[in-house]
């Protein structure tokens, strides 16, 4: 168990509203990531983060913000939500007790955009 | 071309039965590889590092070949518990991981 939680789990919005996602995490880990997970995809990378206040891009940010004011948290948010961000969303953290590479998942949030 | 493929399942195989998946990547300069399992509706979870020189963790073995660019991942006398996706994963310099699109696996009694 890494110690991440995600809130909320599930989320049904409207298209148009925006919509925050939080991950939380025990273990002060430097490295946390947000990805979303669709049918016929692999995970992909939104946006991640490598410290308070310092986050990057991933492969599909488009429509998507973050940010870490605390070590803990990670916030992703969707601007305007659209049907096509409707997906299930999944944070992750880098490293471990005895590893510094691999990556560990929270639970996921469910999100359906009508 | 996909920067990481995988077989495209699902595979059905008996209990008991030997199972091997395999994962071809296209950048050469990949440092790390992983093998990771998702359970229907659950987060992946990483079943095991890959290393040069393979590695074994009871009924799981895993392999990599830089030459081909190419992951195997071997499980022996398959159990039921081990039905689930498996995700072939492919890390660069910095933050860049890759995930393959996964093969399925049913175990059958």
């Known amino acids: 168990d890494a110690g991440i939680t995600q809130s909320p789990r599930h989320k049904v919005t409207e298209t148009g509203t925006p919509v925050t996602l939080r991950c939380h995490q025990t273990?002060?880990?430097?490295?946390m990531y947000w990805y979303r997970q669709d049918p016929g995809h692999g995970l992909r990378l939104i946006h991640y983060?490598?410290?308070?206040?310092?986050?990057d891009k991933g492969e599909v940010s488009d429509g998507y913000s973050v940010s870490r004011s605390k070590t803990e948290d990670f916030l992703l948010t969707l601007e305007s939500a659209t049907s096509s961000q409707t997906s299930v969303y999944f944070c992750a953290i880098k490293g471990g007790l005895f590893t510094y590479n691999e990556q560990f998942f929270g639970p996921g949030t469910r999100l359906t955009v009508l | 071309r996909k920067e990481v493929e995988q077989d495209p399942g699902p595979f059905n195989v008996p209990e008991g039965a030997t199972v091997a998946f395999n994962c071809t990547y296209s950048?050469?300069?990949?440092?790390?590889f992983f093998w990771y399992r998702q359970d229907c509706r659950k987060e992946p979870k990483l079943l095991m590092s890959v290393y040069s020189s393979g590695n074994e963790d009871g009924r799981f073995t895993a392999q990599l070949n830089r030459a081909s660019q190419y992951i195997s991942l071997l499980i022996r006398d398959s159990k039921l518990s081990d039905s689930a996706t498996y995700l072939c994963?492919?890390?660069?310099?910095?933050?860049?991981?890759?995930f393959g699109p996964g093969t399925r696996l049913s175990v059958l009694p």
């Open positions: 994963v492919v890390a660069g310099y910095g933050q860049n991981f890759v």
């Open positions: 273990e002060n880990h430097r490295y």
């Open positions: 983060s490598y410290g308070v206040k310092d986050t």
């Open positions: 950048n050469s300069a990949s440092q790390s």
